[in-house]
């Protein structure tokens, strides 16, 4: 009798909850939705080389007293962001204490993340409750959220010796990086919301329209982390002109096209600016694909590009408002979710 009965419990521990994992993807793509804003602000507010060590397990403490407040803060000292900028400005422990705050929220983000991630793909694995040919995929789900932490902190590294702040290039890497793992656990959540919906185990598949919009919406992602990263959107406050001229006269061609495409704050401003003609009217294209299978996700790429479109002109505008400038970085993480929803869609229906 024993054994009769534990034939159905095994049975059903065993039992596929594609559905219970697409939800708690799509948590953890929230979590990395917040992570994203929680990074602007930390790039807006000059607080990424706060935090001067790597501590994946001890670092989630922060310091507790004055003592430990202060060890961190001559640590802080030593780097050349303080030395250059910061220091000859009198910042004091107060003002520390400031940025510390956000860089260590922003890593306690990171080390949750990994958390709400690990813990229940071991539950969801020990009960045998992943669909088949989604194993694989969400340990390379983890694998890519551990390299996103190692990344962060190679980013870091470039600002704490020569530099008085993070090569833009090891930035633009950390956050798209960071978009990316988004959009991925979306993709595979929707997946599994129609498995569980349809019992049809069928992943959707890239369209080249989405490639397509993908790609162009890429290089518009890079431009702003660039620019974020150059802190090129200070160079003009003006719209649609540049210091009242089509082409602003900042650039500097001295050391060449590449260098200046790659480096020079007015030139990347200046390119980010136009490059979004091309993705809204990329964008506007992919929708209307979209549109003939999925109103719902049409509407939603419409009204985060509309939206985003708003906030970077007000953002250029306003000289830079703090709150404007992460609402413009939150929202283009919103432009990604909806178009990989978009394209998520429109490969099922292919």
Partial sequence: MDSALAQPAASAAATPRPLAIANWLLAVAAMVFLMVVVGGITRLTESGLSITEWNPISGAIPPLTHEQWQHAFDLYKQTP????????????????????????????????????????????????????????????????????????????????????????FRLSAHLLLALFIMAALIWTAL?????????????????????????????????????AGLNAGYVANDWPLMQGKLVPDGIDWALGAGWAF???????????????????????????????????????????FGTQIL?????????????????????????????TWGANSLGRSR
Wanted: glycine share 10%; proline share 3%; charged share 15%.
């Fill in 81 to 168: 962001e303080f030395r250059e900028i910061n220091g000859p400005a009198g910042m004091d422990l107060a003002q520390y204490k400031f940025i510390f705050f956000w860089e260590w929220i922003h890593r306690l983000i990171g080390r949750l993340i990994g958390v709400v991630f690990a813990l229940p793909l071991v539950w969801f694995a020990v009960r045998r409750s992943i669909p088949r040919g989604y194993g694989w995929k969400l340990v390379a789900l983890l694998l890519l959220g551990g390299s996103q932490g190692l990344l962060g902190w190679y980013m870091v590294m470039s600002g704490l010796v020569d530099r008085t702040d993070v090569s833009h």
């Fill in 311 to 339: 906030l970077g002109i007000a953002t250029v505008m306003s000289g830079m408002n703090i709150i404007l400038a992460v609402c413009h970085q939150a929202v283009g993480a919103l432009v990604v979710a909806s178009v």
């Fill in 262 to 304: 790659t480096h020079d704050p007015f030139l990347v401003h200046f390119l980010h600016r136009w490059w979004a003609c091309v993705v809204v009217a990329a964008l506007v294209i992919f929708a209307r694909k979209v549109k003939l299978v999925d109103r719902l996700a049409s509407k939603a790429i419409h009204i985060a």
């Fill in 191 to 227: 997946d599994l919301k129609f498995l569980a919906k349809t019992g049809e185990n069928g992943p959707s598949r890239l369209t080249r329209p989405s490639i397509l919009t993908g790609t162009i919406l890429f290089v518009q992602l890079l431009l702003g982390a660039w620019v």
